[in-house]
């Protein structure tokens, strides 16, 4: 079984324990990761439309709800519970192909892949701001994840099974 199948086996189980945990704290490392690293890549010059704004990202089959709100000066988190000005939501595998620009927003969005609800306007200003950003960092780190292979069982010297498991090249 390929890792693609085992991650598509595992992400809906996975999601239901996910779904069920308390968001803020997904909220708040997105909004320290947002303030340190897409205010410095657009030299802190995050949208105004954005400011006081409640913007929601959700990931569908991994049961994560990021809640955040801009204030003008750094990114907030917010309670899911909340209400948000626009939500976007998409598979787990959908925006690692928006975050390594294996696919376009535009043809995500027309397949019904990518859905903005609310606000789509201020949708629209946040997935523009995004598409600003350089992500090849991002790519390379999320391309090592997806090379990982399953584990499988080490043998020992003698030929014996270990209780070792190793990572496949």
């Known amino acids: 079984m390929t890792s693609a199948a085992v991650w598509t086996r ?15 704290p997904h909220s708040t490392a997105l909004a320290a990761a947002l303030n340190v690293g897409i205010r410095a890549r ?3 010059e995050v949208p105004p439309e954005l400011r006081g704004k409640v913007v929601r990202i959700v990931v569908r089959d991994a049961g994560l709800r990021f809640t955040l709100l801009y204030d003008g000066s750094v990114f907030r988190p917010r309670f899911s519970h909340d209400a ?18 294996k696919e376009d927003p535009d043809s995500l ?19 523009n701001a995004l598409d600003a950003l350089d992500t090849s960092r991002l790519s ?23 209780n070792r498991a190793r990572f496949l090249p």
Do not use: M, W, Y
Not at 110 to 127: N, S
Not at 150 to 155: F, G, K, L, V
């Open 10 to 24: 595992l992400i809906e189980p996975v999601g239901r324990l996910v779904g069920r945990l308390p968001q803020f």
């Open 42 to 44: 657009l030299g802190g």
């Open 84 to 101: 948000a000005d626009v939500t976007i939501s998409a598979s787990l595998h959908d925006f690692g192909l928006l975050a390594t620009r």
């Open 109 to 127: 969005f027309f397949a019904r892949r990518l859905l903005i609800e609310g606000d789509t306007e201020l949708g629209l200003t946040v997935k």
């Open 140 to 162: 390379d780190v999320l391309d090592r994840l997806a090379s990982l292979r399953r584990p499988r069982e080490a043998t020992n010297a003698d030929g014996s099974s270990g």
